[in-house]
């Protein structure tokens, strides 16, 4: 093949660089065997938003006109590799620019590599993936979701492990010793090469086929033609006074059908519904209305609505009523409350393995000094 | 022109009943007027001569006490055009305008009104773009919008001034249309000059504008809407063939309301063009604005000397008048457009008004020449006898002589 690509799907500011920086490196790489390339984002400038999908890519090509042919399309299809940089994102995607959730490897090629930093198990997030009609490679950089972003460059080497990796599943595009150099001469740094070249090393795909993966079809949503869209960029409010089932004294807001955008959660809140004062203030600070009001006056965060930006487990006056856990440890979007109703004591542990097993993960940092504070952690 | 009418009520040939008072009014007082009767509910202000004219006069029938609105003055443009792009989407008919460089100052405002279909009506006085202090006119900068879904009018005396203000709310709040629509009076020429003019009584004008109705658009509690979300490549093309779906179907709206305005004022005008003396011309002049008056003298003046000249002007310069301009130019030999604005770079380095024009003629099969010419910029008079060289070298062309019809004339410079 003369021709490859490779889709990068980040999360929106948090792991713009990172995005960039592997999409530069692919073009470097091919640089040293005297192709041409192009590294570019889409869906990555503004109104790019903290943690919201986004994407680049890195075209390589022999010619400039096999190189065009590529770049006449807004969004290349038909990827040799598409990176995940956050497993979380393996749930399936949904940008401002898409309508619906788009599975993770809709743009990936026949054959080709789904490339996911992860500590999960790869049948784990087969589960999360949805079903493609043609087979495909999953390989994993074992790492925690790297937050190497537009403002501050964390710089832990998952930009060159990916590299590395990248090397091992697509050898067409280029050679490990050619992505080795481009690094060595990028980024100046004997370490960045070891830990590249290690990742190639470790790097093992294994094959899904089109039996494996999550059965669910992706909500979807069609634009509407102009004379179908109201003038005026007027966008009509739900009609809230549709909400609600009232009887019982629950409250479930209407939300919008075609726009759920759970997809940008790398987090979501449990509740410990015994703990719980209703208080109200969760409810009340949530931006996305996403919490039901239940019938005994509870409230339950609903994962279609929820972004998992937090305000509620920061508003909470409860020590441990609101909690947040990396979203990877969850396989579905179930009501909490309906789960505690059901089994009062089985929640109870479900809920406790959750916290208990909450692993870090960080959007950035909270104080200035907190970067060297980490370096020295992890040193330790 | 149009000739004043009587100052009291009587009835006219065409029967239409005519009330109203007699007023000696410049053409900034005479859109105060309109701005009166069409009882507009917010205004903003922020001075720049020679727009801020109309300040002072709506000012002035306020604290008389004969108008009443909220007059906001705002601490720029840019804020006097967003004060009243909000104001009209709660329902307010609003009023707005500027000139030359403050017009631009409020660029970021007016590019996004169209595309958020309110109707606002703004007055342009014309003027230079502001080389060091220059006031006098030049239509560049009401023009600068062109493109942007404004419907733009110029208009000639302070009685079309009144008059078109009160189309101007018809056209731009008919639900067909919705868009913003600037009234472009030369600054100077038309702003500062006082003329007669009959101001129409306040039932007449209500028989002929209904009130300011957004219906399902309105910004309300009531009527729970967002205006203008983040738009991006996905949703930024069906917007503006939504704006351009409203400019095309404006041409029927301002034909419906010239054709009322004539039955209820007894004022009869075409909606978008003027034509003088044009029934057996051979070639004629186009302009826009005041300086039909120096033209129409020196037409009358190369008529007596057997000269058949004729004289367009256009009042509608968004929606441009294609059919009406192909209609009323088809027949001659050559056109000579005289543009009070500058296109420079522009194809044949010539007029905004000569480019347009040529593009509207050019899908006849036997379309006349059109050259351009560039006079009166900074509000440098267009006197007769730069108008008399003109139609003379528009003659020229016309016999084939050394005139190029592709090439630019700038009269009345020093060389």
């Known amino acids: 093949m003369s021709t490859g690509s490779v889709e990068v799907i980040y999360r929106g500011i948090y792991q713009k660089t990172l995005a960039k920086n592997i999409c530069r490196g692919v073009v470097f790489a091919a640089r040293k065997e005297g192709k041409i390339g192009i590294a570019f984002g889409r869906y990555s400038d503004s109104p790019e938003r903290n943690g919201i999908p986004a994407k680049q890519f890195a075209v390589v090509a022999d010619e400039q006109e096999e190189l065009e042919e590529y770049l006449s399309r807004y969004e290349p299809d038909n990827n040799d590799v598409t990176i995940a940089c956050d497993d979380t994102l393996c749930k399936g995607v949904e940008s401002w620019a898409w309508y619906g959730l788009q599975p993770i490897n809709k743009l990936l090629g026949e054959n080709g590599t789904l490339l996911v930093t992860s500590t999960q198990s790869p049948n784990k997030l087969i589960n999360f993936i949805h079903r493609k009609a043609s087979p495909y490679d999953l390989a994993l950089v074992r790492s925690e979701a790297s937050f190497s972003g537009l403002w501050v460059y964390k710089d832990d080497h998952t930009d060159v492990r990916l590299l590395g990796a990248l090397a091992k599943v697509a050898p067409h595009m280029f050679s490990i010793d050619s992505m080795l150099a481009a690094i060595k001469e990028q980024f100046k740094d004997d370490l960045k090469v070891t830990s590249a070249k290690k990742s190639y090393d470790d790097t093992e795909a294994q094959p899904v086929s089109t039996e494996q993966g999550n059965e669910e079809v992706p909500y979807s949503f069609e634009l509407p033609g102009w004379k179908e869209m109201e003038e005026g960029i007027v966008i009509r409010g739900m009609d809230m006074s549709k909400g609600g089932t009232g009887k019982d004294g629950s409250y479930v807001p209407v939300r919008n059908e075609v726009f759920k955008k759970f997809s940008t959660r790398t987090m979501r809140p449990v509740i410990n519904f015994e703990t719980c004062t209703k208080c109200t203030l969760c409810w009340l600070n949530c931006p996305d209305t996403c919490f039901d009001v239940t019938a005994d006056g509870l409230y339950d965060a609903n994962m279609e609505a929820c972004c998992g930006c937090g305000v509620c487990e920061a508003v909470c006056p409860v020590k441990e009523c609101v909690t947040m856990v990396n979203e990877e440890a969850f396989d579905d979007n179930d009501s909490q409350w309906a789960m505690w109703t059901k089994d009062k004591d089985g929640y109870g542990k479900w809920l406790a393995e959750k916290i208990a097993n909450q692993p870090a993960r960080s959007h950035g940092f909270h104080h200035i000094g907190q970067y060297e504070e980490d370096i020295a952690n992890d040193s330790a | ?415």
């Open chain 2, 1 to 415: 022109m149009t000739p004043p009418k009587a100052a009291t009520a009587e009835t006219l040939d065409g029967g239409a009943p005519v009330g109203g008072t007699e007023e000696l009014i410049s053409g900034s007082e005479a859109v105060a007027h309109a701005v009166r009767l069409a009882d507009v509910d917010v205004l903003t202000a922020y001075p720049i001569r020679p727009y801020d004219t109309v300040m002072q006069y709506v000012s002035k029938l306020i604290a008389d006490g004969e108008f009443d609105c909220e007059f906001i003055v705002a601490e720029s443009e840019h804020s006097q055009f967003e004060i009243v792009k909000h104001a009209s989407t709660v329902g307010a008919r609003v009023f707005v305008g500027s000139s030359g460089v403050g017009w631009l100052y409020a660029f970021e405002a007016l590019a996004v009104t169209a595309g958020l279909r309110v109707p606002m009506v703004a007055m342009v006085g014309n003027r230079a773009l502001d080389d060091p202090g220059a006031f006098g006119v030049e239509h560049n900068d009401a023009l600068a919008v062109r493109d942007l879904g404004w419907m733009l009018c110029w208009v000639a005396t302070a009685q079309e001034a009144l008059d078109t203000a009160l189309i101007a709310y018809r056209v731009a709040e008919d639900p067909r249309v919705s868009l913003p629509c600037a009234l472009s009076c030369d600054g100077a020429f038309l702003t500062h000059s006082q003329s007669i003019v009959n101001v129409p009584d306040q039932a007449t004008v209500d028989s002929f504008l209904p009130p300011y109705d957004r219906k399902e658009k309105l910004l309300h509690p009531d009527n729970p809407i967002t205006i203008a979300p983040q738009a991006n490549e996905d949703w930024v093309m069906e917007i503006r063939k939504q704006s351009d779906a409203g400019m095309r179907r404006a041409r029927d709206v301002i034909t419906e309301a010239y054709d009322d305005f004539g039955a209820k004022f007894g004022r009869e005008d075409e909606p978008f063009i003027e034509r003088y003396m044009m029934e057996d011309a051979e070639i004629a002049l186009v302009g826009m604005g005041t300086l039909a008056m120096p033209v129409k003298v020196a037409v009358r003046k190369m008529r007596e000397q057997g000269q058949k000249v004729g004289f367009v002007r256009v009042r509608w310069f968004r929606p441009f008048p294609v059919e009406e301009l192909q209609d009323a130019l088809g027949g001659v030999a050559a056109v000579g457009v005289i543009d009070r604005d500058y296109g420079l770079g522009s194809a044949f380095y010539g007029g905004v008004l000569a480019g347009d024009l040529r593009t509207a003629l050019y899908p006849l099969e036997d379309r006349p020449k059109v050259v351009s010419f560039i006079a009166g910029l900074g509000g440098r008079e267009i006197n007769t006898d730069n108008v008399i060289t003109i139609a003379g070298m528009v003659s020229d062309a016309a016999e084939g002589g050394t005139t190029d019809d592709q090439d630019t004339y700038w009269i009345g410079v020093r060389e």
